[in-house]
């Protein structure tokens, strides 16, 4: 994702920056610097190294990682000494990333450069939505360089849309397609509950109030099983508070990830149940081993049998999946090449 965002800045903002006295031109240079770093002072030090190499005036970083400070998530900050700044995609929560990350890049570029008074145009970060959802708050702060400027949420209403954007960088929706042996196994259960008439009766006398509860509990079983199964689950690597919030947020958001994923293949499965069984089985066919008139909903309860057993099956499925097939699947690239980085 922080390439697609990039690159489509990289075409919009030479025009929004341009003006009578000065000209701008913007390149993209794709490369996993911030993987396995965890502060902006690191990810700061590898962009003024490849600023350096390119021979560019300014660099900003935008990474898929989330950083945080103090407690606070951290949307950008800027050294303003060394002429790089760093945006965090994930602090500009799970929608909007596009508008949101032009409005911090047009930040940055004036606290980089000064111009139009530096951080004093806002860009609308301080819309009121804004303001009600999760602020940005800008600081100068003293450190290494005194000059430094940061951006950042607060803790609460931060840390949700962190979470949000975290969610969103994993891309929950492409998660189904990398998980092949699952879903192969889930379509081949599916077809096997299409020919066998019990699957029909068992359908038809659950009330709909347990074909809810048992299609919530088939993905959570999925969920859990990857988790357990490919070793998902973080750890604390040590007993500090920002350690415990960090893997809160990291379990948090894979948790979060795979619900969504894994909640998408059921409805992509259950409409793919329902058209199949409106095809291939007649009315009179399924009234006949249901014992009474069969209408829409009954097909609506035996496509849901079909594809609550699927998604079980799917769990097993799972296992033949490799641990690198599962977590490229179920990660960001930066955040997946950060588990292995650590791992190693």
Known sequence: MPERVTRRLARDLPELLSDEDLS???EVDVDPVTAGRH????????????????????????????VRANGRPVVAEADLDRDVAVVSLPALGGTQVYRRSKQVM??????????????ENRYGLDSTLS????????QEHDGEHEADVRYTTTRRRGRLRLLSGMVRSNEPAQLVFGLRS???????????????????QIGDQLGAFRQVIAAVLSVALLVGWMILAHGLWEKRRD??????????LYNTSTVATLTIGIGVMYLGLFVINLVVALFLVPPNLLA????HPADFT????LAWGFTTMGVVAGALGSSLESDQAVRQAAYGYREEQRRREQEG
């Open 288 to 291: 006949s081993s249901l014992g």
């Open 131 to 138: 303001r009600l959802l999760a602020p940005v708050q800008r």
């Open 239 to 248: 007993n500090s508070e920002n350690d415990r919030d960090q893997v809160l």
């Open 106 to 119: 047009l930040q940055m570029v004036d606290e980089l450069t000064g111009r139009e008074g530096g951080g």
């Open 39 to 66: 502060n902006t002072r690191d990810i700061l030090a590898s962009t003024r190294e490849r600023m350096d190499h390119h021979q560019w005036d300014l660099a900003i970083c935008l990474t898929d990682l989330p």
């Open 298 to 301: 009954r097909y609506l309860a």
């Open 24 to 26: 701008w031109a913007v």
């Open 182 to 200: 699952a879903l192969a196994a889930a379509v081949a259960t599916s077809a096997f509950g299409l020919s066998s008439s019990t699957i029909w």
